[in-house]
Nanobody, 114 residues
Framework: QVQLVESGGGLVQAGGSLRLSCTAS????????MGWYRQAPGKQRELVAV???????NYADSVKDRFTISRDNAKNTVFLQMNSLKPEDTAVYYC????????WGQGTQVTVSS
């Protein structure tokens, strides 16, 4: 059984930074893709950033100049460094794994105050 556990969410002022972490456990295929989606109140869940085990990344246009995704393959862990945070970044952030089936974490709240 695959489990994704996120950490690092919280409350931060606009312009601040947060670093999210997610560790996958259980049995799943490699190579794979890990990353982050988010869902704000009243909005659809959207891709934030993903990275393959080979290091290929994909970012939402709204975060490309501010967020950086990385991973530690040996630890099955993915990170999201979020800088210059804006109130519109406020959302529940969900860790994601495709291996090749899709798996989701429970979500971690990120709140950016103005």
């Amino acid at each position: 059984q695959v489990q994704l556990v996120e950490s690092g969410g919280g409350l931060v002022q606009a312009g601040g930074s947060l670093r999210l972490s997610c560790t996958a456990s259980g049995r799943f295929f490699s190579p794979n893709t890990m990353g982050w989606y988010r869902q704000a109140p009243g909005k659809q869940r959207e891709l934030v950033a993903v990275v393959t085990s080979g290091g290929i990344t994909n970012y939402a246009d709204s975060v490309k100049d501010r967020f950086t995704i990385s991973r530690d393959n040996a630890k099955n862990t993915v990170f999201l460094q979020m800088n210059s945070l804006k109130p519109e970044d406020t959302a529940v952030y969900y860790c994601y794994l495709r291996a090749p089936s899709n798996y989701w974490g429970q979500g971690t709240q990120v709140t950016v105050s103005s």
